[in-house]
């Protein structure tokens, strides 16, 4: 299936592995040309190179998109290369921390909030004009535990809060020609993320963690989330707007 996104611009935050990597290679083959943004310019540079291995052109913006001057400049670094109109903007950033209730301090708690939350609203501020302009799509990767409990509780409430704001931003960004939706992943498994080393650590405990807890009997991997993203991304979901989709093999106990 031809998605349509030959030739469109697409920004992709946290890309330089996992998740986000996946997605960016995803819409370079869809012929979509990328800006990427990631903390570490090594790692940011080599994903850059491999996604250029698809034919399309790349920007690499190494900073901390946490952080609004950042975020900024990401945005004006994506304008600079590819020109005023932006028609994808994919908010992957996030990361959590396993802390106690009473044990998180403010500034563990706004750390966790700007890494899983307020990423996504500085970016998608900074290039709502560019994303008007393109007729452009948001999708923000939230979490199954956005939507349920289970996760750790900062986490869970920044990536709930991510899914209200897709939802709600989706109604007033409409009026704007801009869609936005956001994804739900369950347990992914990459080279270096969390679920590899507990595999590696207790290979058997994480056997009993699939049986017990993904119906589809295995992690998912980042490819399949990022499949489902691309779609959203496209016009071929001109009619998905506010949802959150669940990429999870029946991991997710919510109804809703």
């Known amino acids: 299936m031809d998605l349509g996104l030959k030739g469109k611009v697409a920004l992709v935050t946290g ?141 869970n409430a920044a990536k709930a809060a991510m899914i209200s704001m897709s939802s709600n931003l989706a109604i007033e960004a409409t009026r704007s020609g801009i869609r936005v939706n956001s994804v739900a992943p369950g347990s992914i498994i990459f080279p270096g993320g969390s679920w590899e080393r507990r595999q590696q650590a207790d290979p058997q405990a994480m056997a009993r963690f699939v049986e017990d807890n993904i119906p589809g009997g295995r992690f998912g991997t980042p490819e399949e989330v990022a499949s489902v993203v691309t779609f959203l991304a496209s016009a071929k979901a001109s009619w998905v707007l506010g949802a959150c989709l669940n990429v999870d093999g029946g991991q997710s106990k919510s109804n809703f």
């Not at 304008?79 to 009473?102: C, D, M, Y």
């Not at 909030?113 to 452009?136: E, H, I, M, P, Q």
């Open 15 to 155: 890309a330089s592995r996992g998740i986000g990597n996946r997605i960016a290679l995803a819409l370079a083959a869809e012929g979509a040309n990328l800006c990427i943004c990631g903390r570490t310019a090594e790692t940011l540079e080599a994903a850059a190179a491999e996604i250029r291995q698809t034919g399309v052109e790349v920007e690499a913006f190494v900073g901390d998109v946490t952080e609004t001057p950042a975020a900024d400049a990401f945005v004006a670094a994506a304008k600079a290369r590819f020109g005023e109109q932006i028609h994808v903007l994919v908010n992957n950033v996030g990361g959590s921390v396993w802390t106690p209730f009473a044990e998180i301090s403010d500034e563990e708690w706004l750390k966790v909030f700007n890494l899983s939350f307020f990423s996504a609203v500085r970016v998608s501020r900074a290039a709502f004009s560019a994303l008007a302009a393109g007729k452009g799509s948001i999708v923000n990767v939230s979490s199954i535990f956005g939507r349920e409990n289970g996760g750790p509780i900062s986490y």
